[in-house]
């Protein structure tokens, strides 16, 4: 099947599969005698695939991991656990870098007045940021 085709039954656009092609995480079965790509059912089914690892937050390093093991019969199911485990903790750092960043921006705007004044704690507070100090309170 054409390019166009292959996107639209893998739900990705035809950019997308021209990128992983690109950087070989999935490679089209073949090429037609006119030079244009031929995906098969299977490539659309590893298309899916790593639609799905993206939409769950894994990289494309990890994404071209899953695949290798996915391939692989001969894999061990632990080895694609370690890769889940590794992306859970890449996901609950993040969760805590967010719930940081909330609780500094509420504490923000509970310091703005929210009024016609135009003093406002929150343009100071991003007026004054040293990164170099926030550096050095996080290595403390």
Request: hydrophobic share 35%; net charge neutral.
């Amino acid at each position: 099947m054409n390019i166009g085709e292959a996107a639209r039954r893998s739900g990705l656009p035809a950019k997308t599969l021209r990128y992983y092609e690109d950087i070989g995480l999935i490679v089209p079965s073949g090429r037609k005698h006119n030079g244009y790509r031929d995906y098969s059912d299977r490539d659309v089914r590893l298309l899916r695939f790593v639609q799905r690892a993206r939409s769950l937050g894994f990289s494309v390093r990890q994404c071209r991991e899953l695949l290798d093991l996915y391939l692989d019969h001969g894999r061990t199911s632990a080895d694609v656990k370690r890769i889940a485990l590794e992306r859970i903790a890449e996901i609950e750092r993040k969760i805590r870098e967010l719930e940081t960043m909330k609780a500094e921006l509420a504490h923000l705007a509970e310091k703005c007045h929210g009024d016609e004044r135009p003093d406002c704690p929150i343009l100071e507070d991003l007026a004054a940021f040293d990164p170099a100090a926030a550096e050095e309170r996080e290595l403390v």
